[in-house]
């Protein structure tokens, strides 16, 4: 029903709706039914200094027997919107878990694993033990557990969220800020919490070198960061002089496609012999 057309007339979806909105239902029976048989993969992305893997970045990957590959940009919207976010995201953590303390147990490879976690779950208690859990089920010690939260976390109750994220904190799990600049949370809310790690935004890293006043915005999340003892991350570098750039201005560690994209976990262990 549209508003926009004035007076009391009711449009009716167009084709072009009508098509938008078949495939959001067949997306959302696919994806049912794919939380329910535990069909996702999860892919791992390194972040990388000076020639050395220092943690790893756990990816939500969707195959779907009949409509294909489908990004998490596409269909995590939609798993929150139908409350599906809790299970994939529980999946998602306990599988990062198991995989990294199989990695410490049979590769003697000791890096903590990030896991994306939706902001929906900063709304609720219940993140708590079910981070605990999934520490309890794997046996991971929790410094090798990080998780990733966008700012739009502190949309909605701020002192909530602060609350949840102390008490993750308490369990010794690391915190960190993904897409940081995007623009929701201020740097006083940011100040406010006990975080570990900001993730700088692909937007301000993509093409830094040939824009100044992006150099100086770089520099200033750098300073001031480091300042507050957080670590940090520069995402989504695909060149070389980027790379360089970001090394010398200070960045703790560089994750992109230079290096290397997502990959499966006997990837990983290949690429560590070689970045
Ligand atoms: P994110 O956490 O910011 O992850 C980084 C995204 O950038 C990933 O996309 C990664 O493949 C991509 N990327 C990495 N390096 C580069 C690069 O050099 N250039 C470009 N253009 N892209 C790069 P992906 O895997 O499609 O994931 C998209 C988003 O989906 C993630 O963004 C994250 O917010 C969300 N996501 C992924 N897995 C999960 C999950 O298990 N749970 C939740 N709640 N969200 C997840
Ligand atoms: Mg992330
Ligand atoms: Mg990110
Ligand atoms: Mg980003």
């Not at 998490?72 to 953590?93: C, H, K, N, T, V």
């Not at 981070?131 to 502190?154: M, N, W």
């Amino acid at each position: 029903i549209s508003k926009e057309t004035g007076g009391n007339t009711v449009k009716f979806f167009d084709q072009s709706m009508r098509n938008k909105f078949q495939e959001s239902l067949i997306i959302e029976n696919a994806l049912r039914a794919n939380v329910d048989r535990g069909g996702f993969d999860q892919y791992y992305q390194p972040k990388t200094l000076l020639g050395k893997v220092t943690s790893v970045e756990a990816l939500l990957r969707w195959n779907d027997p009949e409509l294909g590959f489908i990004s998490p940009g596409r269909f995590i919207p939609i798993a929150e919107e139908m409350g599906l976010i809790f299970q994939i995201d529980e999946w998602s953590l306990v599988h990062a878990c198991k995989q990294n303390k199989q990695w410490q147990d049979e590769e003697r490879l000791f890096i903590p694993i990030s896991v994306n976690l939706s902001a929906k779950h900063f709304q609720q208690d219940n993140i708590v033990s079910m981070v605990d859990r999934a520490l309890q089920e794997s046996g991971l010690a929790p410094e090798y557990l990080k998780i990733e939260i966008t700012e739009s976390v502190f949309i909605r109750n701020p002192e909530h969220v602060a609350e949840v994220i102390g008490r993750l904190k308490e369990m010794g799990v690391q915190i960190s800020i993904d897409d940081f600049g995007k623009g929701y949370s201020s740097l006083y809310q940011l100040l406010q919490l006990p975080i570990d790690e900001i993730k700088i935004d692909r937007q301000f890293i993509k093409d830094i070198n040939e824009n100044e006043k992006q150099v100086l915005l770089v520099q200033s999340i750098l300073d001031f960061a480091h300042g507050l003892q957080l670590n940090v991350v520069a995402e989504g570098v695909e060149t070389p002089k980027e790379n360089a750039l970001l090394i010398e201005m200070g960045c703790d560690e560089i994750q992109g496609y230079l290096y290397s994209p997502p990959v499966p976990k006997d990837e990983l262990i290949k690429l560590l012999q070689v970045i």
